[in-house]
């Protein structure tokens, strides 16, 4: 009996399965391993009565070994009586040398040295089939029973030891990509992730969900009729398929809805990624040009069109096949359309979702595609805190129907550009013809039109506008927000890679009012040297006022009680921060790069919820409140302030501390109570003298720098005898120890090995060797390394002498060493 077989998949993938003829297995065992295969949805399509014998094996026969993924020949005492077999064996192993096919073998009651070697009642048969043959022929045949006999196969010799052998059959087809995949660029890997989550040794019945951006229905029709070898299958719902499936192992789900999926008690669920740029690439390319690669002369715009889909298999599928065959000039001319509009066909396959939504969470949908897509999902909560719908509950909604992801190390919301471009273009037909009735303006245009025109009204919920974007000279009315009673998010930001590019936004007159509703205002390179007059902060979530003109933010004191996030990074002008008394929930305060600011206020002490707190090259900063002991603080920035002189009294639950670059002399011995603390940075600072040793008690610290690297500082390196060594840095109470300041080196797990030098003769003495295990790239990093010589009094000459200077030298196995001390290394010895 010969059987080819095939599995559910995007294709079929064949199996053939070889054996003689003979009654030794056909009817005590094959119909066992038949069956067995069969429940394992491997069916049996040929029958070994159907193939025409002969002293060559037919040519359908051959076509079908060809097409095979895995040919199993079956192995048995009669084998080599049938020349039949013999040649049938030689085209497998043609097949498996040619076109990589899977050979499996099985010894039915037979040793394989018998078949190997043409020994025994094997032998013997194989003898009498040779006697009216070539040599050339039996030649062929004893190198192809050799080879297949050392093809690692299974040892059978009864019907139960069948259930292994078709496990590892099932588990090589579901591993092997049929041809219908060639095109499926990355298919393996979502393959093999799927095997590892179907459990095919599990007896039970397993139920698995695949959840991806687009779960159409037309894919568990195809998928039902290649599982039931039925054509024009038709489901119009999920129960269909689990009831046409009840009496199998294993039933799959495709669906967008996640929910749908846990709500059948589904809890195995596989998430389908979106491919790697590589792959999408090759995907459009597949779709456009019919191959992995663009044709000559195509590249520059097939990358500039592939990214107009991201990386979402649909729309590089679709975008692809609306351009293929066209020339190069059609290409040029449907560019400038694509960018501005998608395509029918990928918004009609979008829409699906969203239609669906509730309409609260379509109003975060909207949100998000028009100003937040990669927003931290925290600042997120807080700025639609106020609104009429449940931000949790709507997040969620969007995050199982597919329509954005939140990054799980960032806790980001991310939105595929493709859905943010559907969300803007159903903004848009809001008011196809008055941009200023929206809810929300987001092109550069359009919004220069609205501010011109003074034609913005209550409608405009929100502002994103890249001021990069604008071509000329743009000259902002200071009533060109008065329209805008409502606007409750204003972001004025430049592209972060046009940094150097000349503001084209000219207020000559200021800002005459902004929407007292306001919860965000970001506003990159504000000209103005103070806010408007009547600016009311009340509501402000977050306020943003990066690289502006700003010299002082208002008079007096404002109810800040909303504000949970403050940014006046790089406002080099700024000479004070406002009294922040009353901003109690205040928890992020970036001042990074202030320059001309001297002191913060007082008022910092009233916030008691501020976690971050970022001061970095505030230069001209001296003086710092006596007290910062906020118990919520956990991040506090201080480098490059190069006036500050003394250790920070700060909050005792802080984690993160960076005095990078100050000229503080001193770590203080209360040190010791700061018991949370993780990182501890304080690299180049050139005056620090003394560290305390209570560093040493600081259980939960992960890493600490104190590393110089001024070159013309008196403090290159340090020496600290054994005695003056915090015991953080040692288990051994004698010693020398030595700190050499490194620059630009990666350390990885390299062996450290010194040797002494003495009067110019060099000697080895014992050999130190010393492994260090970094765990990330530094530019610059201090290695404290325990000098202590296990010298030998009898045997090294070291410890024999008196020398008044010992050279100590040191090389990097696997690195190289950018800079060190212009001094000589000093050693420090302690006789006992």
């Known amino acids: 009996m010969r059987t080819r077989a095939d599995v559910e998949g995007q294709g079929q993938i064949f199996p053939k399965l070889h054996c003689f003829r003979g009654e030794d297995v056909r009817r005590t065992f094959l119909s066992h391993l038949v069956g067995a295969l069969d429940c394992r949805l491997v069916r049996t399509v040929f029958k070994d009565s159907q193939i025409e014998r002969g002293h060559s094996i037919s040519p359908a026969l051959v076509q079908a070994i060809r097409e095979s993924k895995i040919s199993i020949v079956v192995l048995s005492k009669n084998y080599a009586s049938s020349s039949w077999c013999l040649n049938e064996l030689l085209e497998i192993l043609k097949c498996r040398e040619e076109l990589d096919q899977i050979v499996m073998t099985i010894f039915y009651d037979l040793d394989p040295s018998h078949v190997r070697n043409q020994t025994g009642d094997f032998g013997k048969a194989f003898e009498i089939t040779c006697e009216d043959k070539t040599e050339d022929e039996a030649k062929q045949w004893r190198l192809a029973l050799t080879q297949v006999a050392n093809i690692h196969g299974h040892l059978l010799v009864n019907v139960h030891m069948i259930e292994d052998f078709v496990n590892d059959v099932s588990c090589k087809l579901n591993c092997s990509p049929s041809e219908d995949s060639d095109g499926l660029i990355g298919i393996e890997v979502h393959v093999a992730n799927m095997v590892s989550l179907l459990c095919l040794d599990a007896k039970e019945v397993m139920m698995v969900g695949i959840w991806a951006l687009q779960g159409l229905l037309q894919l568990q029709n195809r998928f039902l009729s290649e599982i039931l070898d039925q054509k024009d299958v038709k489901i119009d719902r999920l129960g269909v398929l689990g009831g046409r499936l009840k009496n199998q192992k294993v039933l799959i789900v495709i669906d967008d809805d996640v929910h749908l999926l846990r709500s059948h008690g589904i809890d195995r669920v596989y998430e389908v990624g979106f491919p790697s740029e590589d792959q999408a690439f090759q995907m459009f390319c597949q779709s456009a040009f019919s191959q992995g690669s663009p044709f000559d002369g195509f590249m520059e715009l097939a990358v500039k069109i592939s990214e107009l889909a991201g990386n979402l298999p649909l729309g590089l599928k679709l975008l692809g096949s609306s351009l293929r065959g066209r020339k190069k000039e059609d290409w040029v001319d449907m560019l400038p359309e694509l960018r501005t509009c998608l395509n029918g066909e990928i918004e009609k396959a979008l829409r699906f979702s969203y239609d669906a939504l509730k309409e609260t969470h379509k109003k975060i949908f909207l949100h998000i595609a028009c100003l937040f897509n990669g927003a931290k999902v925290d600042n997120l909560k807080w700025l639609l805190a106020d609104s009429d719908f449940d931000v949790d509950i709507g997040l969620k909604s969007l995050v199982d129907k597919s329509l954005i992801c939140i990054t799980h190390l960032w806790k980001t919301v991310e939105m595929h550009s493709l859905l943010q471009e559907m969300g803007r273009g159903i903004v848009s037909a ?53 329209g805008m009673c409502n606007l409750r998010f204003l972001k004025i930001y430049k592209n ?101 600011l001297e002191m913060l206020p007082t008022s910092i002490q009233n916030l008691k919820k501020l976690k971050t707190l970022n001061m970095e090259e505030c230069r001209n900063l001296e003086v710092l409140p006596k007290d910062i002991n906020l118990e919520s603080l956990s991040n506090l920035t201080l480098y490059g302030c190069s006036r500050v002189v003394s250790f920070p009294d700060i909050s005792r639950n802080i984690s993160v501390l960076s005095l990078e670059n100050t000229v503080i002399e001193e770590v203080p011995w209360w040190i010791e109570n700061i018991s949370g603390l993780t990182l501890l940075l304080m690299s180049g600072c050139s005056k620090l003298r003394r560290i305390s040793p209570n560093i040493s008690k600081l259980k939960h610290l992960e890493e600490i720098d104190f590393s110089i690297s001024h070159t013309n500082s008196v403090f290159k390196y340090m020496i600290l005898p054994g005695g003056e060594v915090p015991e953080y840095f040692t288990h051994r109470a004698t010693g020398s120890y030595l700190m050499i300041p490194l620059l630009q080196s990666s350390l990885y797990g390299s062996s450290l090995r010194f040797k002494a030098c003495v009067l110019g003769n060099n000697f080895y003495s014992s050999d130190l060797h010393i492994l260090i295990f970094i765990t990330r790239l530094l530019d610059s990093h201090v290695v404290i390394f325990d000098c202590c010589f296990p010298l030998k009094k009898d045997s090294d000459p070291l410890a024999a002498s008196n020398y008044d200077a010992v050279e100590l030298k040191f090389g990097w196995d696997i690195c190289d060493i950018k800079h060190c001390a212009e001094e000589c290394m000093k050693l420090v010895l302690e006789h006992h």
């Not at 550069?444 to 405009?460: H, Q, R, Y």
Request: net charge negative; hydrophobic share 35%; glycine share 4%.
């Open 496 to 596: 972060p890679l046009k940094s150097n590019e000349e503001n084209k936004l000219y207020l000559p007159k200021g800002i005459k009012s902004l929407s007292r509703r306001l919860r965000l205002l970001h506003w990159d390179a504000y000209p103005m040297k103070c806010m408007p007059s009547n600016f009311s902060p009340a509501n402000l979530v977050e306020l943003d006022m990066i690289d502006s003109e700003l010299e002082k933010m208002w008079e007096g004191t404002q109810p800040l009680k909303h504000l949970k996030s403050m940014s006046l990074w790089s406002s080099k002008k700024l000479k004070e921060i406002p009294d922040l008394s009353k901003a109690t929930n205040l928890e992020e305060l970036y001042l990074a790069d202030c320059l001309s």
């Open 430 to 482: 809001q008011s196809f013809d008055e941009p200023g009735k929206r809810q929300f303006l987001v092109d550069s245009k359009k919004i220069c039109d609205v501010l011109e025109d003074n034609t913005g009204t209550k409608a405009v919920l929100g502002i994103s506008w890249d001021r990069s974007e604008i071509d000329e000279l743009f000259t902002l009315d200071e009533g060109a927000f008065e």
